[in-house]
């Protein structure tokens, strides 16, 4: 599979009380991760909006292994890691500047018409996406 890399140099404000990443953030990583596979296989999530779609969340999993502190660069590593040309199913492995597993994670989604909700079949709609999510599961295996 394509394992798709970024890194993010945490930023003070990203950390909590006990200064360390507040949980929340690596949400925001995940996405940041998820974006960089996109443009990986070269799309672009924001033209996909332009055409009316968007791509919303419908199931998260995290696990907190470590903790990044800041300064820190934290490495996101993301794949596809199911697709069925609708839903699309992302895994996120966060590393430290030590390579140890800071999270593991995974988050669902679907494709629907920004207007209305309505969900659309990825594999019709954009058929390149498609293939190209296909080819990527596929890599290395």
């Not at 909006?49 to 791509?55: A, F, L, P, T």
């Not at 839903?87 to 800071?102: D, F, N, S, W």
Request: hydrophobic share 35%.
């Amino acid at each position: 599979m394509l394992i798709s890399k970024k890194e993010i140099e945490v930023r003070y404000a990203e950390t909590d009380q006990m200064g360390v990443v507040y949980h929340a953030n690596y949400l925001v990583w995940m996405e940041l991760g998820r974006t960089q596979l996109i443009k990986d296989l070269g799309f672009s999530y924001a033209q996909m909006e332009q055409d009316g779609v968007i791509s919303p969340v419908i199931d998260i999993n995290v696990t907190y292994k470590k903790p990044l502190r800041y300064g820190e660069v934290a490495t996101i590593h993301t794949w596809i890691e199911t697709y069925d040309g609708f839903r699309v199913v992302y895994g996120y492995k966060i590393l430290t500047p030590q390579e140890e597993i800071a999270l593991l994670g995974s988050s669902s989604h679907v494709c629907v018409k920004k207007d209305n909700f309505k969900p659309i079949i990825i594999r019709k709609k954009y058929p390149e996406w498609h293939a190209a999510y296909e080819n990527a599961k596929k890599q290395g295996e």
